[in-house]
């Protein structure tokens, strides 16, 4: 399935808006619609921050995999073993993130820049 482009593009707008909170950024790096993949990098102070995991695994990685088409996300830079990732993900998985990150990304759709 191929990803939507215009879906992708507004989430990464929404997901930036959202990171610049912190005086950071998120970018599309890459976009692998045979598989499905779509890979991004953190700008700004997000690029130092160690929190990098949680906010990918709580809200990037969630709004991503709800835009059609997309199956795997990855993050240029991160330094955490697909052991830690996994555990992260199941720790986080009784808040329901896909609702949350795509209530958030909505939202911020809506607001003005």
């Given at each position: 399935?191929?990803?939507?482009?215009?879906?992708?593009?507004?989430?990464?707008?929404s997901?930036?808006?959202?990171?610049?909170?912190?005086a950071?950024?998120?970018?599309?790096?890459?976009?692998?619609?045979?598989?499905?993949?779509?890979?991004?990098r953190?700008?700004?102070?997000?690029?130092?921050?160690?929190?990098?995991?949680?906010?990918?695994?709580?809200?990037?990685?969630?709004?991503?995999?709800?835009?059609?088409?997309?199956?795997?996300?990855?993050?240029?830079?991160?330094?955490?073993?697909?052991?830690?990732?996994?555990?992260?993900?199941?720790?986080?998985?009784?808040?329901?993130?896909?609702?949350?990150?795509?209530?958030?990304?909505?939202?911020?759709?809506?607001?003005?820049?």
């Open positions: 399935m191929k990803i939507d482009r215009e879906q992708l593009a507004g989430t990464i707008d997901l930036s808006r959202l990171i610049r909170a912190h950071g950024g998120i970018e599309l790096v890459e976009v692998d619609d045979q598989h499905g993949v779509v890979t991004v953190y700008t700004g102070m997000c690029v130092g921050c160690e929190f990098r995991p949680v906010t990918t695994e709580g809200s990037v990685r969630p709004a991503l995999l709800a835009v059609a088409g997309v199956t795997d996300v990855r993050v240029t830079g991160m330094r955490i073993s697909a052991e830690a990732e996994a555990r992260l993900s199941e720790a986080l998985a009784p808040y329901h993130l896909q609702a949350r990150a795509t209530r958030l990304v909505n939202t911020s759709q809506r607001v003005p820049q």
